[in-house]
């Protein structure tokens, strides 16, 4: 079955520390897509990143990272020297390749807030 | 180029009514997903279309329904519905790729459904 646990309900950090968000999918497929989305409180998800499940190169993009670990299947978000415009809920999402018949799952997002 | 917007921004109902929402995908993309974020919780899958046709629906009951039109935009409909039934319904699109999903999803704002 296909599953996204984000175990990170909430996290607060002070402004400039760095912090991981945490992501551990199942999946039987080997074949499948990762992905991160973020929620600013206006409401409206934006894609930060895709991975495909042959490509576990980390990807660095500024001051975020993401470390896709297939033997733990994790996939991992690190924001580095957090900015209060961070703040935001995180949700990392898993999408099976094998057939015409999957769908996008998302976790239950981690609640991050970056205090000035 | 106009992203996917969604209509109404908000409705209230109250129990047992039967509430509709729209959704039209940004042009050119094909496939229109349907996900519920209820307060507090994370994104819970719903529907997917694709060129029309329904590919996949979450663990919702039936009363939750939709279709697609030829446009490619959607309708969802919720009948009789229930205090729980409260919450966000964003639309998504992506372009459709046949038989694999391996889409970035691009998000509405959401409709905020009430339900007294």
């Known amino acids: 079955a296909q599953k996204v646990t984000q175990a990170q309900t909430e996290i607060s950090v002070v402004e400039k520390e760095d912090v991981t968000l945490d992501c551990v999918y199942e999946?039987?497929?080997?074949?499948?897509?990762l992905f991160w989305y973020k929620q600013p409180p206006s409401g409206e998800l934006v894609f930060l990143i895709r991975r495909n499940s042959f490509d576990e190169q980390n990807e660095i993009s500024g001051r975020y990272s993401w470390n896709f670990q297939k033997s733990t299947s994790s996939f991992n978000f690190t924001i580095t020297a957090s900015q209060v415009v961070d703040s935001a809920v995180y949700f990392c999402?898993?999408?099976?390749?094998?057939?015409?018949?999957?769908?996008?799952?998302f976790g239950s997002g981690t609640r991050l807030s970056i205090r000035p | 180029e106009a992203g996917v917007t969604q209509s109404p921004t908000h409705l209230i109902k109250t129990r047992g009514q039967q509430a509709t929402l729209r959704c039209s995908p940004i042009?050119?993309?094909?496939?229109v997903y349907w996900y519920q974020q209820a307060l507090g919780l994370g994104l819970q899958f719903l529907l997917w279309?694709?060129?029309?046709?329904?590919?996949n629906r979450g663990n919702f009951p039936p009363r939750f329904s939709g279709r697609q039109f030829p446009n490619y935009s959607s309708e969802l409909n919720v009948n009789a519905l229930e205090l729980e039934d409260s919450a966000l319904y964003l639309c998504a699109s992506s372009l459709g790729s046949g038989s694999t999903n391996t889409g970035e999803l691009f998000f509405g704002e959401g409709s905020r459904l009430t339900v007294l």
């Open positions: 999402a898993l999408s099976e390749a094998r057939s015409s018949a999957s769908k996008i799952i």
């Open positions: 042009s050119g993309h094909t496939s």
């Open positions: 999946t039987r497929d080997t074949t499948y897509y």
């Open positions: 279309y694709d060129e029309g046709e329904e590919r």
